[in-house]
C-alpha cells in the first residue's frame, strides 16, 4: 500500500521517554526528520518528554483525551538487565499505547525499542538498522490518513 501523500488534519504529538536519552534524542531526529519530510509543520509538532518508557501509555492517553491530535508517536527505549523488570515494562507500555489507539481512535507509532543490549538500540535509533522512530512516525501518518476528512462528501 503506497502511504496516501496527505498530511492529516490536527496536531501530531511526539512523546519520548528521557530514559536512555542517549538512545531516545536519536529516536526523536528520525522522527522529526518523517515529519518534515512529509510536509508536516514544526508549529503543529508538540513534543513531550516524560520520564521513561512506563509513562509513555499515561501520556498518549492524555494527548488523545485532550482532542485535536490526528496523530501521537511514542519513543523510548528498554534494554534488557539482570531482573524481570524488562517484560514488565516493555510488555506494559506496549499495550498500553496500543490500549490507547484503539480507545481514542487515534494513531500511536510504535517507537519503543525493546533491545538486548545498548548496541542494538543504537543500531535502531539511526545506525545500521535505520531508525526506528522515523518508521513509527510514518507509520502514525499514514494511519491517520485513514480517518475521514472533515471536509469530505459522505457519499
Given amino acids: ?7 492529516p488534519a490536527g496536531r501530531v504529538g511526539v512523546l519520548v521517554s528521557r530514559y536512555n536519552e542517549t538512545v531516545t534524542e536519536r ?3 528520525g522522527a522529526e526528520a518523517c515529519l518534515r519530510e512529509r510536509g508536516v509543520p514544526a508549529a503543529a509538532v508538540d513534543v513531550v518528554r516524560v520520564p521513561g518508557a512506563w509513562e509513555l501509555p499515561f501520556a498518549a492517553r492524555t494527548l ?3 482532542g485535536g491530535y490526528a496523530a501521537v508517536v511514542a519513543l523510548g527505549a ?3 538487565g539482570e531482573t524481570a523488570h524488562f517484560e514488565f515494562v516493555a510488555g506494559e507500555a506496549s499495550r498500553g499505547l496500543m490500549d490507547v ?3 481514542y481512535g487515534v494513531p500511536v507509532g510504535f517507537g519503543l525499542l525493546t533491545c538486548e543490549t545498548l548496541e542494538q538500540a543504537l543500531a535502531r535509533s539511526g545506525g545500521n538498522a535505520g531508525n526506528k522512530g522515523y518508521e513509527a512516525a510514518a507509520a502514525a501518518l499514514d494511519a ?3 480517518a475521514p476528512r472533515a471536509d469530505a462528501d459522505p457519499d
Fill in 1 to 7: 500500500m503506497t502511504p496516501s501523500p496527505r498530511i
Fill in 27 to 29: 529516536l526523536l531526529a
Fill in 64 to 66: 488523545a483525551a485532550r
Fill in 78 to 80: 528498554v534494554i534488557r
Fill in 101 to 103: 489507539a484503539l480507545h
Fill in 144 to 146: 491517520a490518513t485513514l
